[in-house]
C-alpha cells in the first residue's frame, strides 16, 4: 500500500504544479470581475401592470441566480397599448436613441407584438447589430422573411385549445362560449390565436366573440346571458371607445357582473373572478426568458421557439368551483386549487366533544364571573383612592390642568386653570369654544393646527401661546397634553395642562432688545474702523460733482456757452449725487437700530456691497481682496444687515490678522458656493497669522479676544446672529498659512430644488 500512495501524492503534486504553471491561470484571475452584460427588455404595456410586473421580478430572480457573469437589466415600459399613435412611437424613438447612444445593450428583449414591430422597424437604427429577441402571442406575423439574422422570435405559448376541453369537461351541458377581448394589437393578435385554437369546437358550442364593443356594452352583455353559457376572458387593454384598461382590474368587474362562470388565460387572473383554466405563468416566462437570455449571452446560437407546455399550468380558484357548483372530482389530475376554505368538520370536534366542551365552558365563565364581581370591588376601592389623590393634585398642582370630551365639547378647567387667566371657579365655561375665544388672534391658527396633528397622526402635543385673562391682557402659557383613541384611531378624550411662562417670555423679549443693543453697538464700533474708508466713498463722488461744477461754471461765462455741454456736467452731478447718496444709504442701513426683517436677498450684491465698504482699509494695507462668488448662487433668506455685519466682521478680523502676520502672502479670498442642497456657504481666507489650537474652540466665546485692543465681542455676536439665522459658523486652519472662517445661510424656499 505504501508505494500505491507515494504514487497518488505524487500524481496530485504533479497537478498542482502544473496549473500554477500554466499561463491561462493569469487570464482566469482577469476574468474574476467582467464587466456586466447590459439586457435591454421593452414591454408593450405601460408600468404598474401586473403581468409584465411579475414577469420583470422573475426574470430579474432568475438572472441574478442562474448567470455565471453580472447581468444588468434595464426594463423600459413602451405603454403603446393606450398610445398606438405614430407621434408618440416616434417620441418614443427618440427617447430610446438618448437614454441608450451611450449606453451599450448586448442584447434587447422584445416582449409583446407592438415592442417586437418597434425593434424590426428601429433596433438596429437604436442599438445596433445585438441578438434581439422577439416575444410575442403569435410568430405567424414575424416570418422569417422580416426577421434579421441577430433576431430569433418566440411565443409566448398560450394554449387555448386545452382550456376549451376542459370547459367541455367540466360543463358538458354548456352550448355557448362568449370570448371577451380588446381592440389593442396584442388583444387582436390573443384573438387571432383563440379563433384559430377553438375551431374544433365549432360542433360543439356556438361561439361568439365580444371584443368590437365598450366596456360598457361587454358587461351589459355578459350580464344578461342565455342559460348554459360560459365566458373565457382573454385580455383587454383597450375597448372599442379607446379606453385604456388593465386585463386584470377588467376581470374583475366581469365577474361580478356575469350570470355565467368566467374562464381566464393567465395565472393573474385567479383570485379575481375567473374560474380557472390551462393558465400562462407570469412567474415561469420570466425564468424562460431569463434562460434564453444566459443562453444566448454565452454565446449560443439564436433558435426560434415556442413556450407551449411549459409555461402553462391547470390552476383553479376554489370559491369559484363553489359558485357555480363545478365538481372539484371533476379537475384534471395534478389540478392546483387556490383559495381553499377550511371545511366546518374539519375545525370542529365531534359532538360529543362538543358537549363536553360546552360544559367546561359554562363552568369556566360562573367562575369567571366571581373572579370579575370580586375584581371590581377592588377596583372601586381603587378608584376612589386615585379620584383622592387626583383631587389632591389637581388642588396642590401649580399648572393648570384640563380635560376634553371631543365627541361632546365638554371641556374640565381645573380651578386652578381658571385662576391663571384671572376667574373664579364658576365663572369659566366648561367648552371648547370659551377656550378657543380666549386664545390671541395671532395663536389661533397654529394652537388649532397643533391640536389636529396631534389627533390625527399623534404628533406630541407642546405649544406656546397667549390667553386672553378676564382683564383683558394676554399672558403666555406652555401647554401640554395627550390623547386617547379608539380601536378605529378616533380620538376619544384629550387631557393636559397649561403653565404660566409669562415672565420666562418677557425675560426673552429684554435678552433679545439687549442682544439687538449689542449687535448695533458692534456694527457702529466697526463703522469707526473703516472711517478713512467711508470717508473715500463719499468724497469720490463729491469730488467729481464738485469737477463738474467748475467746469460748468466755466463754460457759463462765455459769451455763447455750449449748452449741450453745460448739459452733459449737469448730468455728471447728478449722477455723483446719486453715488453718494447711496453710498450714505448703505452706511444708514448698517447703523439702523431697528427690528431686523428677514426677506429673500441676492448673495452677491449684499457682499459686494461690504467689500465697497471696505475698499479703502483694504488699499491703505495694501491687500488683494478677490472674490470668488459662484455664478448660479440660488437668494437667500435672511437679515440683510445683519448678515453684513457677519461679513465685515469676518472681513476686518481678516485684515487684522494679515497686518499681524508680518511679510508675505497678503491675500483675502471671500467664497460663496451651495455646497450643499439648502444652504449657501460664505467663507473668508486670510493669510494672516492663523488660529492658534488651543484658541480655536474659545475664540467663538464673548469677551475672549487674542487682540491686546480687542472687545471680544465680533466672533461672538456673528456667531449668535449665524445661529439665529438656523445657519453655523467655524474656522479651520488653512494647509500653509491663515485660517478660513465659514458660515451657512438658508436658501429661501423658493429656490429650493
Same mark, same amino acid.
Not at 451599450?104 to 428601429?122: F, P, R, T, W, Y
Not at 386545452?162 to 367541455?168: H, Y
Not at 413556450?307 to 359558485?323: H, P, S, V
Given at each position: 500500500?505504501?508505494?500505491?500512495?507515494?504514487?497518488?501524492?505524487?500524481?496530485?503534486?504533479?497537478?498542482?504544479?502544473?496549473?500554477?504553471?500554466?499561463?491561462?491561470?493569469?487570464?482566469?484571475?482577469?476574468?474574476?470581475?467582467?464587466?456586466?452584460?447590459?439586457?435591454?427588455?421593452?414591454?408593450?404595456?405601460?408600468?404598474?401592470?401586473?403581468?409584465?410586473?411579475?414577469?420583470?421580478?422573475?426574470?430579474?430572480?432568475?438572472?441574478?441566480?442562474?448567470?455565471?457573469?453580472?447581468?444588468?437589466?434595464?426594463?423600459?415600459?413602451?405603454?403603446?397599448?393606450?398610445?398606438?399613435?405614430?407621434?408618440?412611437?416616434?417620441?418614443?424613438?427618440?427617447?430610446?436613441?438618448?437614454?441608450?447612444?451611450?449606453?451599450?445593450?448586448?442584447?434587447?428583449?422584445?416582449?409583446?407584438?407592438?415592442?417586437?414591430?418597434?425593434?424590426?422597424?428601429?433596433?438596429?437604427?437604436?442599438?445596433?447589430?445585438?441578438?434581439?429577441?422577439?416575444?410575442?402571442?403569435?410568430?405567424?406575423?414575424?416570418?422569417?422573411?422580416?426577421?434579421?439574422?441577430?433576431?430569433?422570435?418566440?411565443?409566448?405559448?398560450?394554449?387555448?385549445?386545452?382550456?376549451?376541453?376542459?370547459?367541455?369537461?367540466?360543463?358538458?351541458?354548456?352550448?355557448?362560449?362568449?370570448?371577451?377581448?380588446?381592440?389593442?394589437?396584442?388583444?387582436?393578435?390573443?384573438?387571432?390565436?383563440?379563433?384559430?385554437?377553438?375551431?374544433?369546437?365549432?360542433?360543439?358550442?356556438?361561439?361568439?366573440?365580444?371584443?368590437?364593443?365598450?366596456?360598457?356594452?361587454?358587461?351589459?352583455?355578459?350580464?344578461?346571458?342565455?342559460?348554459?353559457?360560459?365566458?373565457?376572458?382573454?385580455?383587454?387593454?383597450?375597448?372599442?371607445?379607446?379606453?385604456?384598461?388593465?386585463?386584470?382590474?377588467?376581470?374583475?368587474?366581469?365577474?361580478?357582473?356575469?350570470?355565467?362562470?368566467?374562464?381566464?388565460?393567465?395565472?393573474?387572473?385567479?383570485?379575481?373572478?375567473?374560474?380557472?383554466?390551462?393558465?400562462?405563468? *407570469?412567474?415561469?416566462?420570466?425564468?424562460?426568458?431569463?434562460?434564453?437570455?444566459?443562453?444566448?449571452?454565452?454565446?449560443?446560437?439564436?433558435?426560434?421557439?415556442?413556450?407551449?407546455?411549459?409555461?402553462?399550468?391547470?390552476?383553479?380558484?376554489?370559491?369559484?368551483?363553489?359558485?357555480?357548483?363545478?365538481?372539484?372530482?371533476?379537475?384534471?389530475?395534478?389540478?392546483?386549487?387556490?383559495?381553499?376554505?377550511?371545511?366546518?368538520?374539519?375545525?370542529?370536534?365531534?359532538?360529543?366533544?362538543?358537549?363536553?366542551?360546552?360544559?367546561?365552558?359554562?363552568?369556566?365563565?360562573?367562575?369567571?364571573?366571581?373572579?370579575?364581581?370580586?375584581?371590581?370591588?377592588?377596583?372601586?376601592?381603587?378608584? @376612589?383612592?386615585?379620584?383622592?389623590?387626583?383631587?389632591?393634585?389637581?388642588?396642590?398642582?401649580?399648572?393648570?390642568?384640563?380635560?376634553?370630551?371631543?365627541?361632546?365639547?365638554?371641556?374640565?378647567?381645573?380651578?386652578?386653570?381658571?385662576?391663571?387667566?384671572?376667574?373664579?371657579?364658576?365663572?369659566?365655561?366648561?367648552?371648547?369654544?370659551?377656550?378657543?375665544?380666549?386664545?390671541?388672534?395671532?395663536?389661533?391658527?397654529?394652537?388649532?393646527?397643533?391640536?389636529?396633528? @396631534?389627533?390625527?397622526?399623534?404628533?406630541?402635543?407642546?405649544?406656546?401661546?397667549?390667553?386672553?385673562?378676564?382683564?383683558?391682557?394676554?399672558?403666555?402659557?406652555?401647554?401640554?397634553?395627550? *390623547?386617547?383613541?379608539?380601536?378605529?384611531?378616533?380620538?376619544?378624550?384629550?387631557?393636559?395642562?397649561?403653565?404660566?411662562?409669562?415672565?420666562?417670555?418677557?425675560?426673552?423679549?429684554?435678552?433679545?432688545?439687549?442682544?439687538?443693543?449689542?449687535?448695533?453697538?458692534?456694527?457702529?464700533?466697526?463703522?469707526?474702523?473703516?472711517?478713512?474708508?467711508?470717508?473715500?466713498?463719499?468724497?469720490?463722488?463729491?469730488?467729481?460733482?464738485?469737477?463738474?461744477?467748475?467746469?460748468?461754471?466755466?463754460?457759463?461765462?462765455?459769451?455763447?456757452?455750449?449748452?449741450?455741454?453745460?448739459?452733459?456736467?449737469?448730468?455728471?452731478?447728478?449722477?455723483?449725487?446719486?453715488?453718494?447718496?447711496?453710498?450714505?444709504?448703505?452706511?444708514?442701513?448698517?447703523?439702523?437700530?431697528?427690528?431686523?426683517?428677514?426677506?429673500?436677498?441676492?448673495?452677491?450684491?449684499?457682499?459686494?456691497?461690504?467689500?465697497?465698504?471696505?475698499?479703502?482699509?483694504?488699499?491703505?494695507?495694501?491687500?488683494?481682496?478677490?472674490?470668488?462668488?459662484?455664478?448660479?448662487?440660488?437668494?437667500?433668506?435672511?437679515?440683510?444687515? &445683519?448678515? &453684513?455685519?457677519?461679513?465685515?466682521?469676518?472681513?476686518?478680523?481678516?485684515?487684522?490678522?494679515?497686518?499681524?502676520?508680518?511679510?508675505?502672502?497678503?491675500?483675502?479670498?471671500?467664497?460663496?458656493?451651495?455646497?450643499?442642497?439648502?444652504?449657501?456657504?460664505?467663507?473668508?481666507?486670510?493669510?494672516?497669522?492663523?488660529?492658534?489650537?488651543?484658541?480655536?474652540?474659545?475664540?467663538?466665546? *464673548?469677551?475672549?479676544?487674542?487682540?491686546?485692543?480687542?472687545?471680544?465681542?465680533?466672533?461672538?455676536?456673528?456667531?449668535?446672529?449665524?445661529?439665529?439665522?438656523?445657519?453655523?459658523?467655524?474656522?479651520?486652519?488653512?494647509?500653509?498659512?491663515?485660517?478660513?472662517?465659514?458660515?451657512?445661510?438658508?436658501? @429661501?424656499?423658493?429656490?429650493?430644488?
Amino acid at each position: 500500500m505504501k508505494p500505491l500512495n507515494i504514487f497518488k501524492n505524487f500524481v496530485i503534486f504533479s497537478i498542482i504544479a502544473a496549473a500554477s504553471l500554466w499561463p491561462g491561470a493569469d487570464i482566469l484571475a482577469q476574468d474574476k470581475n467582467p464587466a456586466p452584460k447590459r439586457v435591454l427588455a421593452i414591454f408593450v404595456f405601460k408600468k404598474g401592470m401586473p403581468g409584465p410586473y411579475r414577469i420583470e421580478e422573475s426574470l430579474r430572480a432568475a438572472l441574478a441566480s442562474e448567470s455565471s457573469f453580472p447581468i444588468e437589466l434595464d426594463v423600459e415600459y413602451a405603454d403603446q397599448s393606450r398610445f398606438p399613435e405614430k407621434t408618440y412611437l416616434s417620441k418614443i424613438i427618440d427617447l430610446y436613441q438618448y437614454k441608450y447612444s451611450k449606453r451599450k445593450v448586448d442584447l434587447g428583449l422584445a416582449i409583446g407584438n407592438e415592442s417586437a414591430d418597434l425593434m424590426l422597424e428601429h433596433g438596429e437604427a437604436l442599438f445596433g447589430d445585438i441578438p434581439v429577441v422577439l416575444i410575442t402571442a403569435d410568430r405567424k406575423n414575424l416570418p422569417r422573411s422580416r426577421l434579421k439574422p441577430n433576431m430569433v422570435s418566440v411565443e409566448m405559448g398560450f394554449d387555448f385549445g386545452k382550456t376549451g376541453s376542459l370547459i367541455q369537461d367540466l360543463l358538458p351541458k354548456t352550448k355557448n362560449l362568449f370570448v371577451v377581448s380588446g381592440t389593442s394589437l396584442t388583444d387582436r393578435k390573443l384573438k387571432d390565436l383563440t379563433v384559430e385554437a377553438l375551431a374544433e369546437f365549432d360542433g360543439r358550442f356556438a361561439i361568439q366573440y365580444l371584443d368590437d364593443l365598450s366596456l360598457e356594452d361587454i358587461l351589459l352583455k355578459v350580464a344578461r346571458l342565455p342559460k348554459d353559457s360560459v365566458i373565457f376572458y382573454l385580455t383587454l387593454f383597450r375597448d372599442a371607445n379607446g379606453q385604456s384598461f388593465v386585463p386584470r382590474d377588467i376581470v374583475d368587474e366581469i365577474s361580478e357582473k356575469a350570470n355565467a362562470p368566467t374562464f381566464g388565460v393567465m395565472d393573474l387572473y385567479l383570485g379575481h373572478g375567473i374560474v380557472g383554466g390551462n393558465l400562462l405563468s *407570469a412567474g415561469n416566462q420570466g425564468k424562460r426568458y431569463a434562460e434564453i437570455v444566459v443562453k444566448t449571452l454565452k454565446g449560443e446560437p439564436l433558435t426560434n421557439s415556442k413556450f407551449m407546455g411549459k409555461g402553462n399550468q391547470m390552476m383553479f380558484d376554489w370559491r369559484q368551483l363553489k359558485r357555480w357548483s363545478i365538481d372539484e372530482d371533476r379537475l384534471p389530475a395534478g389540478s392546483i386549487v387556490r383559495y381553499r376554505e377550511p371545511s366546518i368538520w374539519a375545525n370542529h370536534k365531534p359532538e360529543v366533544v362538543a358537549i363536553i366542551a360546552f360544559l367546561f365552558i359554562e363552568t369556566s365563565l360562573i367562575i369567571m364571573l366571581w373572579i370579575q364581581i370580586k375584581k371590581r370591588r377592588q377596583a372601586e376601592i381603587k378608584t @376612589h383612592k386615585s379620584e383622592e389623590r387626583y383631587a389632591l393634585a389637581v388642588r396642590g398642582s401649580a399648572d393648570g390642568l384640563w380635560d376634553w370630551k371631543t365627541l361632546s365639547g365638554e371641556v374640565f378647567y381645573a380651578d386652578r386653570f381658571k385662576e391663571l387667566i384671572g376667574y373664579s371657579p364658576d365663572e369659566f365655561p366648561g367648552t371648547f369654544d370659551s377656550f378657543r375665544d380666549h386664545l390671541h388672534p395671532e395663536d389661533l391658527d397654529a394652537t388649532l393646527k397643533a391640536i389636529e396633528q @396631534h389627533h390625527q397622526e399623534r404628533v406630541p402635543y407642546d405649544v406656546e401661546y397667549r390667553l386672553r385673562t378676564k382683564s383683558g391682557e394676554y399672558k403666555w402659557f406652555r401647554a401640554r397634553g395627550q *390623547a386617547i383613541w379608539d380601536e378605529h384611531g378616533k380620538t376619544l378624550r384629550m387631557a393636559g395642562s397649561i403653565q404660566d411662562i409669562n415672565e420666562r417670555k418677557q425675560m426673552e423679549k429684554k435678552s433679545q432688545s439687549l442682544r439687538d443693543e449689542l449687535n448695533h453697538m458692534s456694527r457702529v464700533l466697526s463703522m469707526g474702523e473703516i472711517g478713512a474708508s467711508l470717508a473715500h466713498e463719499i468724497n469720490q463722488p463729491l469730488t467729481a460733482i464738485r469737477s463738474y461744477a467748475q467746469a460748468a461754471q466755466r463754460l457759463l461765462v462765455d459769451d455763447t456757452p455750449d449748452l449741450d455741454k453745460v448739459g452733459k456736467m449737469l448730468a455728471g452731478i447728478v449722477t455723483g449725487n446719486r453715488q453718494a447718496e447711496e453710498v450714505i444709504q448703505r452706511i444708514r442701513m448698517l447703523m439702523k437700530n431697528e427690528q431686523f426683517e428677514r426677506s429673500r436677498m441676492d448673495v452677491k450684491t449684499f457682499i459686494k456691497e461690504v467689500v465697497s465698504l471696505l475698499s479703502r482699509n483694504v488699499e491703505e494695507h495694501k491687500l488683494s481682496l478677490r472674490l470668488d462668488l459662484d455664478a448660479e448662487l440660488p437668494q437667500v433668506f435672511g437679515d440683510r444687515v &445683519q448678515l &453684513q455685519q457677519v461679513v465685515m466682521n469676518l472681513i476686518i478680523n481678516g485684515l487684522e490678522a494679515i497686518n499681524a502676520g508680518g511679510d508675505g502672502l497678503r491675500e483675502l479670498v471671500v467664497r460663496a458656493l451651495k455646497d450643499a442642497p439648502d444652504v449657501v456657504t460664505i467663507s473668508v481666507q486670510d493669510s494672516g497669522i492663523g488660529i492658534d489650537e488651543k484658541n480655536k474652540d474659545r475664540i467663538f466665546d *464673548a469677551f475672549f479676544s487674542t487682540k491686546s485692543q480687542g472687545m471680544g465681542m465680533g466672533l461672538s455676536i456673528s456667531r449668535s446672529i449665524i445661529e439665529e439665522h438656523g445657519g453655523r459658523l467655524w474656522v479651520t486652519q488653512n494647509p500653509v498659512r491663515g485660517a478660513t472662517f465659514s458660515f451657512t445661510v438658508p436658501i @429661501h424656499k423658493e429656490d429650493l430644488r
